[in-house]
T-cell receptor, first 111, second 114 residues
């Protein structure tokens, strides 16, 4: 059983729209959650972290966490072509020692 | 910018050869992680250090892989007797040992085994 699951996509949205990326995880004791952006051929870049239920906003990005449903999402408002990348969900399952990553969702923003 | 650095960025080797990669973490970070990533997959945890101590190693990591962080600063990852299945991007990340443990990745070393 995969610890972290994401819809692999591809997800396509028009420029200016809201992109919604979803992630579920298996360990109910998971402590903190992270979204990374990865451009093709590059390494993952941290976008934001969240560890409390609810929403956390940072610029055009909003992370949403629901621990009861074991669900975390990322909303990208006013999507830009430069947002086209693979978005990785990562979960810290309790001890802070390692992150479990999903396989990523490929996002394309169409001009 | 004093982000995570990795060397070399690319390595091509023949099957059976040994290779070594280096990672220099963000200077104030005492945790250092190694991951492997193949096409279409997320990073897969290999091992991590807190200061110079190697505290966890993936069960998936074969005995051909070894990592060190002798002075609690830079780290090396060695793969002995490389196999074609070792071809991947090897990523290093670092973090503080407190708070959210946010991990920051280096640019990676792409290994190709021919």
């Amino acid at each position: 059983q995969k610890e972290v699951e994401q819809n692999s996509g591809p997800l396509s949205v028009p420029e200016g729209a809201i992109a919604s990326l979803n992630c579920t995880y298996s360990d109910r004791g998971s402590q903190s959650f992270f979204w990374y952006r990865q451009y093709s051929g590059k390494s993952p870049e941290l976008i934001m972290s969240i560890y409390s239920n609810g929403d956390k906003e940072d610029g055009r990005f909003t992370a949403q966490l629901n621990k009861a449903s074991q669900y975390v999402s990322l909303l990208i408002r006013d999507s830009q072509p430069s947002d086209s990348a693979t978005y990785l969900c990562a979960v810290n399952m309790g001890t802070g020692n390692q992150f479990y990553f999903g396989t990523g969702t490929s996002l394309t923003v169409i001009p | 910018d004093t982000g995570v650095s990795q060397n070399p960025r690319h390595k091509i080797t023949k099957r059976g050869q040994n290779v070594t990669f280096r990672c220099d973490p963000i200077s104030e970070h005492n945790r250092l992680y190694w991951y492997r990533q193949t096409l279409g997959q997320g990073p897969e945890f290999l091992t991590y250090f807190q200061n110079e101590a190697q505290l966890e190693k993936s069960r998936l990591l074969s005995d051909r892989f070894s990592a060190e962080r002798p002075k609690g600063s830079f780290s090396t990852l060695e793969i002995q007797r490389t196999e074609q299945g070792d071809s991947a991007m090897y990523l290093c990340a670092s973090s503080l040992a407190r708070g959210n443990y946010e991990q920051y990745f280096g640019p990676g070393t792409r290994l190709t085994v021919t």
